[in-house]
């Protein structure tokens, strides 16, 4: 099904065009929420058809900045490399995967 990755700030751009849906992971290693969040990634990731592109703000702080992240966990879901969904915060996985679906059913694209 769909991968984990860690991607860097320079890797970024061509990330979000690496597989149909992407879903870009802003994190840290001190954050909480982000370490409770990391193992329902693995799991959606398992689960479809996604790339999972994990960015840590700590060592990779460009893309962050430039999309006004202010506070991590920071969700970011592209289509063919077009920002479609963005969300803050950890999420238990069934509504992770409810938000996701969401956007893969729209008619908007």
């Known amino acids: 099904m769909g991968e984990v ?6 890797e970024y751009e061509n990330s979000i065009k690496e597989s149909e849906w992407v ?6 290693p001190w954050c909480g929420p982000c370490k409770a969040l990391a193992p329902v990634l693995e799991q959606v990731a398992n689960e479809r ?13 460009a893309n962050a900045g430039k999309l006004g992240v202010r506070g991590i966990p920071a969700l970011f879901l592209y289509h063919n490399g077009n920002l479609v969904g963005k969300q803050s915060g950890a999420m238990p996985k069934p509504a992770l995967l409810n938000w996701i679906d969401q956007h893969m059913t729209a008619d908007d694209f």
Do not use: C, G, H, Q
């Open 5 to 10: 990755k860690a991607v860097t700030d320079s």
């Open 23 to 28: 879903l870009v992971d802003f994190w840290a």
């Open 49 to 61: 058809e996604i790339l999972i592109a994990k960015v840590d703000t700590d060592s990779n702080p």
